[in-house]
């Protein structure tokens, strides 16, 4: 995807970060010969996962997926029939955006949690150093990856492994 102040690379299957980090640099390359970028604003990866759900009574059944608690005073109902949570976790290089909101397909019969993990690096950056930002990004995959399974029920991880339907 290219704008007049961006420029991002994106897979559907992903199908491993040494893959999908040498056809990202393939085309950052061809970018950088076009039109000889130097500086950067903003580099990250971006980890984005499907929950489809069926809602149960018009509520999204949350705690058969995820592990999250909200604490409301008494008088909130917590069945909700709708629920977007957004926060941003300053780390080492970086910072980690979460994103947890329900989704519907356009034609409205199909529903997903998306769980969206994106990591950034944002100062003076250099695009000669590209790799390294992706690199180091990739890093910090692993918290995401953590965060991910900390997230998810331990039901829903048994969905993921096809033990159950």
């Known amino acids: ?83 977007a949570i957004i926060f941003v976790s300053q780390t080492k290089g970086g910072s980690i955006t979460t994103r947890i909101e329900p989704v519907i397909s356009k034609d409205r019969t199909q529903e997903a949690i998306i769980l969206d993990f994106d990591y950034a690096k944002e100062k003076d950056l250099y695009f000669y150093k590209i790799e390294e930002y992706l690199d180091e990004s990739h890093k910090y995959h692993k918290y995401t990856k953590y965060l991910f399974e900390e997230l998810i029920t331990e039901d829903y991880k048994k969905v993921m492994r096809g033990e159950v339907i």
């Not at 061809?30 to 018009?58: A, D, H, Q, S």
Request: aromatic share 16%; with cysteine.
């Open 1 to 83: 995807m290219l704008a007049i102040n961006k420029i991002a690379f994106y897979c559907k299957k992903y199908e491993g970060f040494e893959l999908f980090k040498k056809e990202a640099l393939r085309v950052f390359s061809i970018f950088y010969e076009l039109f000889k970028i130097k500086k950067l604003t903003r580099t990250g990866l971006r980890y984005i996962n499907i929950i489809p759900f069926i809602r149960e009574n018009n509520i999204i059944p949350i705690n058969n997926f995820l592990n999250i608690q909200i604490n409301l005073p008494k008088s909130i109902p917590t069945n909700f029939t709708n629920l």
